[in-house]
């Protein structure tokens, strides 16, 4: 079985400042790794993901994310955060064998103040 | 490329009717999932196909549900009768094969209320 935890259910920082929104994962075999965002009565419009290679993975409106084997965590990072960049944030898992479908975490609000 | 569609984008009905959801996936892609979302379950799968044809329905909570694929452009999701605990967003997502970390793209949902 494949699974996602997302610990904070809410990170709130300060405009210009760097966010982290984390991730840990479970899966079989090796991961396929997503982050979505989800703005209000909208869908998840898809950020960035890692299938292999280089561990830092950049991805939309200047997020990137850090791939870590050991910890099995895949952290969401931006170096300064906007107003608009709050909203909520899903990060999702599947391995690369079998089942196509993501298992989801339960998401990360993340409110940004001016 | 318009994206995925689904219609209607928000349903209101009664316990006991019967409620069909429609998703057009982007054109040219193979994979077709079907997504259900509620604050106490969050994001989980009911049914994917592939190439048109079901391939995971383990998370279709009962005979209820049903989805279909009829060809590559359209898929339904019919939940007959519907219930109150039926009341959720409902997302279509397709992806186009390519080694296994191909992107879902999700279409805007359907906000259902079964009342």
């Known amino acids: 079985a494949q699974s996602v935890a997302q610990p904070e259910d809410q990170v709130n920082v300060a405009e210009g400042n760097p966010l982290t929104v984390k991730c840990t994962y479970s899966v079989s075999g090796n991961p396929y790794l997503f982050w979505y965002v989800q703005y209000p009565n909208r869908g998840l419009q898809f950020l960035l993901k890692y299938i292999t290679g280089d561990n830092l993975v950049k991805g939309s409106y200047g997020f990137e994310a850090e791939f870590n084997k050991s910890q099995t965590s895949f952290h969401l990072k931006k170096p300064s955060a906007l107003v608009s960049d709050s909203a909520l944030y899903f990060c999702?898992?599947?391995?690369?064998?079998?089942?196509?479908?993501?298992?989801f975490g339960s998401g990360t609000r993340l409110q940004v103040q001016p | 490329d318009a994206g995925v569609i689904q219609s209607p984008r928000h349903e209101v009905t009664e316990m006991g009717q019967e409620v069909t959801l429609r998703c057009k996936p982007i054109s040219g892609h193979d994979y077709l999932f079907w997504y259900r979302q509620t604050m106490m379950r969050g994001l989980e799968l009911l049914i994917y196909f592939n190439n048109n044809v079901p391939i995971d329905d383990s998370g279709m909570p009962e005979d209820r549900f049903s989805a279909k694929m009829p060809n590559a452009s359209f898929s339904t999701l019919k939940i007959q009768p519907s219930e109150p605990r039926d009341s959720a967003v409902y997302f279509c997502?397709?992806?186009?094969?390519?080694?296994?970390?191909?992107?879902?793209?999700f279409g805007p949902g359907t906000r259902l209320l079964v009342l």
């Open positions: 999702a898992v599947r391995g690369d064998t079998g089942r196509r479908a993501l298992t």
């Open positions: 997502a397709s992806s186009l094969a390519g080694g296994g970390g191909e992107t879902q793209y």
